[in-house]
């Protein structure tokens, strides 16, 4: 082949990728930076239906947790795709993260919110004592340090090293915490109101909890599988005998704080009956119009 062969070559080789990466750049996304958070009044704690609808604060107590050594594709409602890595999360960090989004509600996308150990403890309900610092400091570094992927529908996907980034006084025990966008955009997807007081009423039942979350995303409750249920939880249980028996009790918790008006389990089902929501309520009577 002669120079000048070569030299043509080259030029369309250079004109093919030049074109190729044109294509590309037209196709790419704009992400338009966040211009506001939801806001929701002090009883409410707004939570993304990604963060219920799925495994990724799994119902589980704290000795079951398990590290994902490598990007894992976790339990998720159809349109949802959750992976992850890191120490699993449970729903103690779902409180800690919901609780520092509703404080960080009223301000803009990108600045840090300021509140000390003890305050945030107390609004949870828990003691100030040294082991509650240290669950909080805990909780704070696995929310830190996790790598979450989401996407949805097969379009849009966010992923993120953390759903926040903070700084800790060690005299004051005070935190200066930046939420992270690509987990704040979550909200951007769909969200909910979970009701905090009722929510404070199943702590230390992380099963209820996560049927909590889980249903408030849902105007009204379907039949659902035990397995997809033991699934969707995250659950450490190893049989789906034990898992019925944890179900059982999780859903008696709900029906005793008034969240669900009843249950029954059928075969491999369980059905539900709740009273919705006043919004929830709208929100029927407009599909049926």
Not at 53 to 66: M, P, V
Not at 146 to 151: D, G, L
Not at 257 to 270: K, Y
Request: contains cysteine; charged residues 25%; positive net charge.
């Amino acid at each position: 082949m002669d120079r000048n062969s070569t030299n043509h070559s080259l030029d369309n080789l250079t004109e093919r990728f030049q074109s190729l990466t044109e294509r590309k750049k037209a196709k790419l996304r704009v992400v338009e930076p966040m211009k506001s958070l939801p806001n929701w009044p002090s009883a409410i704690r707004g939570t993304p239906n990604a963060c219920l609808r799925s495994a990724l604060f799994a119902g589980i107590q704290g000795k079951e947790r398990i590290a994902y050594k490598k990007r894992t594709l976790l339990a998720a409602v159809y349109g949802i795709e959750v992976r992850y890595l890191g120490i699993q999360l449970n729903q103690s960090d779902l409180d800690i993260w919901m609780q520092i989004v509703h404080l960080s509600r009223q301000q803009l996308p990108g600045f840090s919110v300021t509140f000390s150990a003890h305050a945030l403890l107390t609004a949870l309900g828990r003691g100030s004592g040294k082991s509650q610092h240290e669950w909080l400091k805990e909780s704070m570094a696995r929310l830190g340090g996790a790598f979450v992927e989401i996407t949805f529908h097969g379009r849009d996907a966010f992923g993120e090293k953390g759903f926040l980034r903070y700084y800790r006084d060690e005299l004051t025990q005070r935190y200066v915490v930046e939420l992270t966008e690509s987990m704040l955009r979550l909200f951007e997807e769909g969200y909910t109101y979970i009701e905090f007081e009722q929510r404070q009423k199943l702590r230390k039942q992380p099963l209820a909890l996560w049927l909590h979350g889980f249903l408030s995303s849902h105007a009204a409750p379907f039949p659902m599988k035990i397995t997809t249920i033991h699934r969707l939880s995250g659950s450490g249980s190893k049989t789906l005998r034990d898992f019925k028996y944890r179900l059982g009790k999780a859903l008696e918790a709900l029906v005793s704080i008034g969240t669900l008006a009843s249950f029954e389990f059928a075969d491999d089902m369980v059905k539900i009956k709740r009273q919705p929501t006043p919004s929830q309520q709208r929100f029927l009577g407009d599909q049926q119009l």
